[in-house]
């Protein structure tokens, strides 16, 4: 089955918004980097961490934060190295008043996310609103690196944002909070899609940067870190790759197309005990057989001398 004819088979039964906890399945990642809509609905988990995140982001806007603080403590419950929740629950933190707690998840979030300079923005304001300047300033210095490092690169804007907000932090004032992404829930499946027609058309950094942006409106939505999995993967950013597909399988453990590019970087990195091992798993989860496992098959194959 060819990329376009992938699409268009997703096309006719997907959705972010309306995503379903069966998470045991999960569909998205064909073999050739198209999507694919086959799922195998054996529910491990009774709630529904993108609806989740969604209704946090909301609360949060609303100023809402106790809401916010149920909710995203349930999504980080589910996928606990998601970027994007830790840093709303930091935000979340600081609302309720508590800038030390928010201080663990903006580090999080860093840590899981690199270049993610909202994210360091919220450490440094938090360390400056809980009294540790000397923090603030560490981070306010490293932010000044990047911007160094950074000149007039395409986050350059980003990083001159996330300066000015530490800088009023440690001058006493108060930053404005950093919503993560332009796209509101009436556009996330076309953005989606859009994302998914620039893998396609080799365009892997540029899938990336809006496949950040999608996941940071949708929530860890499987099929979107699966596909942020693949594009760092084809970047050569393997460790990265790794850590996207890891997101995903956190949250539907059976989900094939991770599952099976799991399997092909494990191919790529000669890795072939854990390619097999990830070709077993396929196994018990197609029990009739599905393209994902073929896919992998046939990488492993090729790639014998």
């Known amino acids: ?8 088979t997703a096309i006719a039964g997907f959705s972010l918004l309306a995503y379903a906890p069966a998470f045991a399945g999960g569909s998205g990642g064909g073999g050739g980097g198209g999507f694919s809509d086959r799922s195998n609905n054996a529910p491990r988990q009774q709630y529904n961490p993108v609806q989740d995140y969604q209704a946090g982001v909301k609360a949060l806007k609303a100023n809402d934060f106790k809401r916010a603080d149920k909710m995203f403590k349930r999504v980080i419950g589910g996928t606990s190295n998601n970027a994007q929740a830790n840093y709303y629950m930091g935000v979340t933190k600081v609302g309720l008043g508590k800038d030390k707690t928010a201080v663990k998840y903006f580090k999080r979030a860093a840590k899981y996310q690199k270049k993610f300079y909202e994210a360091e923005a919220g450490l440094g304001k938090a360390y400056a609103a809980s009294g540790q300047t000397e923090k603030a300033q560490s981070t306010l210095a490293k932010l000044q690196s990047s911007a160094d490092s950074c000149g007039t690169c395409a986050d350059a804007t980003r990083i001159d944002t996330a300066i000015n907000q530490v800088k009023t932090a440690i001058s ?5 909070t950093t919503y993560l992404s332009p796209y509101s829930p009436d556009v996330l499946d076309t953005q989606y899609f859009a994302s998914v027609t620039l893998i396609n ?15 940071a409106a949708a929530g860890p939505h499987p099929d979107i870190t ?17 850590t996207y597909y890891a ?5 539907a453990p059976n989900h094939k197309g991770a599952n099976e590019y799991l399997g092909e970087l494990y191919v790529e990195t000669g890795q072939m ?23 992998l098959r046939s990488w492993i194959i090729d790639a014998q001398p």
Request: charged share 25%; aromatic share 12%.
């Open 1 to 8: 089955m060819n990329n376009f004819t992938k699409i268009c």
């Open 172 to 176: 006493g004032g108060i930053g404005k």
């Open 201 to 215: 058309q080799g365009k892997y950094a540029e899938a990336f940067d809006d496949l950040y942006l999608t996941a």
């Open 226 to 242: 699966t596909y942020m999995g693949y594009t760092q993967r084809k970047l050569g950013n393997y460790d990265a790759a790794k």
């Open 247 to 251: 997101m995903a399988l956190e949250v």
């Open 273 to 295: 005990d854990k390619a097999y091992a990830q070709l077993a798993k396929l196994e018990t989860i197609c029990s009739f057989g599905c393209i994902e496992e073929n896919e």
